[in-house]
């Protein structure tokens, strides 16, 4: 069944959301859960912009694994250049062919160094 929202999403996306409320118990009675997703997303696109702004002015940059499972952010790098952190991610996803996107569960980014991410220990 098709879902409108306020936001745009990639199919990516749509096809999490639609994984993850197809495969509920309660199917497409989760219009709240629905709503939610949707401001959860607002808010990360908010803060995808910030990074890249934050990116603009960074000259080094560190690659971080997202772990799905404990919600945290590892560094896999120190502080390195953007052509290097670029290598590092490359290697992490195998070219980028995995573990690049938050539907992965598990995956990879690269961040201005002096980024401090909210959920993090």
Known sequence: MARKFPLEFTADQWAAVHAVLDASPFGV???EEDARLVEVHA???AQLD????LE????L???RHYDGFDHD???V???VTKEEADRILSEKTDGGTRNTKYADIDYYS???ADTRMLHSG
């Open 61 to 63: 940059f560190v690659v």
């Open 56 to 59: 603009a002015k960074s000259k």
């Open 43 to 45: 808010k990360i696109a």
């Open 29 to 31: 009675s989760l219009l």
């Open 110 to 112: 690269i961040f201005p």
């Open 77 to 79: 790098s120190k502080a």
């Open 50 to 53: 910030r990074l890249k702004e």
């Open 73 to 75: 952010w590892i560094d």
